[in-house]
Nanobody, 126 residues
Framework: QGQLVASGGGSVQNGGTLRLSCAAS????????LGWFRQTPGEEREGVAA????????TYTDSVKGRFTISLDNAKNTWYLQMNNLKPEDTAMYYC???????????????????WGQGTQVTVSS
C-alpha cells in the first residue's frame, strides 16, 4: 500500500462543508478496506466511515450518517470524505487508513487497519 497522505482539513463554521482527501502512493486493490477516523485530545480514536472497495460497501458511525460520504477515485488512488452540515462536535484530527481484510471485517475498528496517514485538522466553530 505504501504511504497515505491526508489533506483537506480546515476551519469552517457550523453547517459548513469540507472534503478530505487521502492519496495512496501504491495501487489500491479491490480487496482493500478504506477508512476515516478522528480523534480529539484525550480521547480514543473513533471510526467515522469505511468503504470496502469490492461491492462498494460503506459503513458510517451513527453521528455522521446522512452528512458524511466516503468515496474512492481509483484512477487517482485517492479516497475522500465529503463532510456536509458540519457541527462543532465534528472538530477533531482526522486520519485516513487502509486495511486488507475480508468484506465483513471492514469495520470502524482501529486495530484492523495497518496503514495510516498523518492527520488533518478539522475545526468547526459555532
Amino acid at each position: 500500500q505504501g504511504q497515505l497522505v491526508a489533506s483537506g482539513g480546515g476551519s469552517v463554521q457550523n453547517g459548513g462543508t469540507l472534503r478530505l482527501s487521502c492519496a495512496a502512493s501504491g495501487v489500491i486493490e479491490s480487496h482493500y478496506c478504506l477508512g476515516w477516523f478522528r480523534q480529539t485530545p484525550g480521547e480514543e480514536r473513533e471510526g467515522v466511515a469505511a468503504l470496502y472497495i469490492l461491492g462498494g460497501i460503506t459503513t458510517y458511525t451513527d453521528s455522521v450518517k446522512g452528512r458524511f460520504t466516503i468515496s474512492l477515485d481509483n484512477a487517482k488512488n485517492t479516497w475522500y470524505l465529503q463532510m456536509n452540515n458540519l457541527k462543532p462536535e465534528d472538530t477533531a484530527m482526522y486520519y485516513c487508513a487502509a486495511a486488507t481484510v475480508a468484506p465483513m471485517m471492514c469495520l470502524l475498528t482501529v486495530p484492523m487497519y495497518g496503514y495510516w496517514g498523518q492527520g488533518t485538522q478539522v475545526t468547526v466553530s459555532s
